[in-house]
């Protein structure tokens, strides 16, 4: 395994959506519209050797297309002529998260999967095309690291970098799903290049080692 996956989703919602569990009459299905993805080198420079955007096109159960609500625009930034100009399907959408990711599993702040294959491609109609065993809970790893669990359970993927004070890790677009599956892969590499990680414990299933 010479290099992981870490990735980000930006999903439909509206206001208070999440502490209804997107359960509200006029809640949007939560399927993704934007995913952000960084290739973290294993071996031992532990590099990001590259970064990707994709935009979706998502489409209701009826399969009208989605149109993002001023609330979403103004909590990511991305707008409705950005998924015009350069939204793909869900479909195409995974193919490219697979071509990046070239066999290597795919890390996550929590488990961005859940919106990505579970939701998004029920809603669509189309079957994942990335088995849930590639996915891992980047928690379990900052755990194994030695983040206290109070202090992961009130951060946020964006505020990682930050939290650790690495350089670039506060100048970036919270709610921007590259820039926050950045802050999460710069942690992991200061982690890796600190030895609290070593490239063994991205190995899936993924257990916090004691």
């Known amino acids: 395994m010479t290099h992981v996956i870490i990735f980000d989703c930006e999903f439909l919602t509206r206001p208070g959506a999440k502490s209804r569990m997107w359960c509200g009459p006029e809640d ?7 995913i952000g993805a960084v290739k973290l080198s294993l ?11 994709i935009f979706i096109k998502s489409r209701d159960r009826s399969g009208k297309t989605c149109v993002v609500a001023p609330f979403f ?5 991305i707008t409705q002529a950005q998924v015009d100009a350069e939204g793909v399907s869900q479909t195409e959408a ?23 294959l579970a939701i998004s491609c029920y809603v669509a109609g189309i079957a994942p095309s990335i088995a849930a065993h590639r996915f891992g809970n980047a928690g379990n790893l900052l755990l194994t690291a030695g983040m206290p669990r ?18 670039g890790g506060s100048d ?4 921007d799903a590259l820039d926050d599956a950045i802050s999460v892969a710069l942690c992991l590499q200061h982690l890796l290049r600190e030895s609290r990680l070593t490239p063994e414990d991205f190995q899936l299933p993924a ?3 004691s």
């Open 73 to 77: 625009v103004e909590l990511t930034g």
């Open 94 to 116: 995974l193919n490219r998260l697979e071509r990046f990711a070239d066999g290597a599993s795919l890390w996550s702040w929590g488990k961005d999967e859940f919106f990505l």
């Open 172 to 175: 970036r677009r919270h709610h």
């Open 43 to 53: 071996e031992p420079d532990f590099a990001i050797a590259a970064t990707e955007k």
């Open 150 to 167: 109070d202090d992961l359970e009130q951060t946020t993927s964006g505020q990682l970098a930050g939290y650790y004070g690495l350089s």
């Open 207 to 209: 257990s916090v080692r």
């Open 28 to 34: 949007p299905d939560p399927c993704v519209v934007q």
